[in-house]
């Protein structure tokens, strides 16, 4: 005995009316989108300390941006990159002050 499963072609269904949810839920998606590029960081959340510095990161949309602890607030450019804030912060920190004894070597990645 042999099971021969046969589709058939013909289905008559309506499902035009079905989708249309799925297009107001996409376009709610596409609101939230909008609402997350007009973050204006204003909830940042409190320093962290990483690989020598402390930055901020806003609740809002996660972007970062260096801390300085002893003026106590932020500084610089706003960026998701923490490594790129870094490096822009370690070239300015060299350009300002030519004799800094480098302790620590890393290689430059
Ligand atoms: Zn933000």
């Not at 289905?11 to 007009?38: E, H």
Request: hydrophobic fraction near 30%.
């Amino acid at each position: 005995m042999e099971d021969k499963q046969q589709v058939s072609g013909t289905n008559s269904k309506k499902r035009s009316r079905w989708f249309w949810p799925m297009g107001l839920l996409a376009t709610g998606m596409a609101g939230a989108a909008v609402v997350l590029r007009g973050c204006w960081h204003s909830k940042m959340s409190w320093p962290v300390r990483s690989q020598g510095c402390s930055y901020q990161v806003c609740t809002g949309c996660g972007i970062k941006r260096l801390f300085d602890e002893d003026a106590f607030r932020g500084y610089g450019p706003y960026s998701y990159d923490l490594e790129r804030l870094v490096a822009h912060d370690h070239a300015k920190r060299m350009k300002n002050k030519s004799q800094d004894p480098s302790t620590e070597h890393r290689s430059a990645s």
